[in-house]
């Protein structure tokens, strides 16, 4: 049975994930696209390099946990469409859904729920390639070093265009059930910005 806390719960703990990935995401899409060609010089230095790489690797490792299936991870969106498709609710979680009543965009019923899970499954669906690439990187690569297998190519916007999804989901889902406006700001202070302007 799915309760209304735990629910709560996978959305706290998931918007904490998400604002990590959101932060990392401004610092690599900075680093990508220079404002001029001084920048672009300045960030041709191999320290901006291994600072991106090291990006990349953590916003592989982060968003696998959101987008790649697996029994031990309890943040993956496909496992939370399934508990909130499949599994009765708990007696506060229906209420929850009564007091939506009225509310524009919001879940009155289990059958809006599902209506936007199957309209987000699609977009995940469209981005299967892309996610079974992070995959394969973070098992053969980043988890386990896997000498002598061939590596997909998977791009810094392809895992620029996975953040936005998670984003864009977790936004979904909060506003319609919880009625939350989350927007991920960038936190100015973790932005790597200032230095490349400095110089």
Same mark, same amino acid.
């Given at each position: 049975m799915l309760q209304l806390k735990e629910l709560e719960n996978w959305f706290d703990d998931t918007e904490v994930l998400i604002s990590e990935i959101s932060e990392i995401s401004m610092n690599m899409d900075r680093i990508l696209h220079p404002l001029n060609g001084k920048e672009e010089k300045?960030?041709?230095?191999?320290?901006? $390099?291994?600072? &991106?790489?090291m990006l990349r690797t953590v916003l592989?490792?982060? +968003?696998? /946990?959101?987008?790649i299936h697996n029994d031990k991870e309890r943040r993956n969106f496909r496992k939370l469409f399934n508990r909130l498709r499949y599994e009765p609710y708990?007696?506060?979680?229906?209420?929850?859904? /009564?007091? #939506?009543?009225? /509310? !524009?965009?919001?879940?009155v019923?289990?059958? $809006?729920?599902? %209506?936007?899970? $199957?309209s987000l499954l699609q977009k995940l669906d469209m981005k299967s390639a892309i996610i079974h690439s992070?995959?394969?990187?973070?098992?053969?690569?980043? !988890?386990?070093?896997?000498?002598?297998? %061939? &590596?997909?190519d998977l791009s810094s916007m392809h895992?620029?265009?996975?953040?936005?999804?998670? %984003?864009?989901?977790?936004?979904?889902? *909060?506003? !319609? +059930?919880?009625?939350? #406006?989350?927007?991920?700001? /960038? #936190?100015? #202070?973790? *932005?790597?910005?200032p230095i490349i302007r400095a110089n």
């Open positions: 300045l960030l041709k230095n191999a320290f901006f $390099d291994h600072y &991106l790489a592989v490792i982060q +968003l696998s /946990k959101l987008f708990d007696k506060k979680l229906k209420s929850r859904l /009564k007091e #939506n009543r009225g /509310k !524009a965009g919001s879940f019923y289990k059958r $809006d729920i599902i %209506e936007l899970i $199957d992070m995959k394969v990187l973070r098992d053969r690569h980043f !988890a386990h070093t896997d000498p002598g297998k %061939e &590596l997909p895992l620029l265009e996975l953040s936005q999804l998670a %984003e864009d989901i977790y936004t979904a889902l *909060s506003t !319609a +059930l919880f009625g939350r #406006n989350t927007v991920f700001t /960038k #936190n100015k #202070n973790r *932005s790597i910005d």
